[in-house]
């Protein structure tokens, strides 16, 4: 299962965990990227929406090959 809440990258020096980003965050950041990279986009905010409802929609679709 994938949580989006877990770390994309943890990392864990001197027993010391970093998580930086979430799944969800950075599978967020990937599809706004390529939102952006359309020059017919002009309306930012809502490519920003766009981004976190199509991560929600990979996360739930890599749940479901889960199960």
Do not use: C, H
Request: aromatic fraction near 8%.
């Amino acid at each position: 299962m994938t949580d989006p809440n877990a770390p994309a990258y943890p990392l864990n020096l001197n027993d010391v965990t970093e998580t930086g980003l979430t799944k969800r965050e950075y599978f967020a950041g990937l599809v706004f990227q390529g939102l952006l990279s359309d020059p017919n986009v002009e309306k930012i905010p809502i490519a920003a929406k766009a981004a976190v409802e199509y991560a929600d929609f990979l996360i739930e679709a890599l749940n479901e090959g889960a199960e």
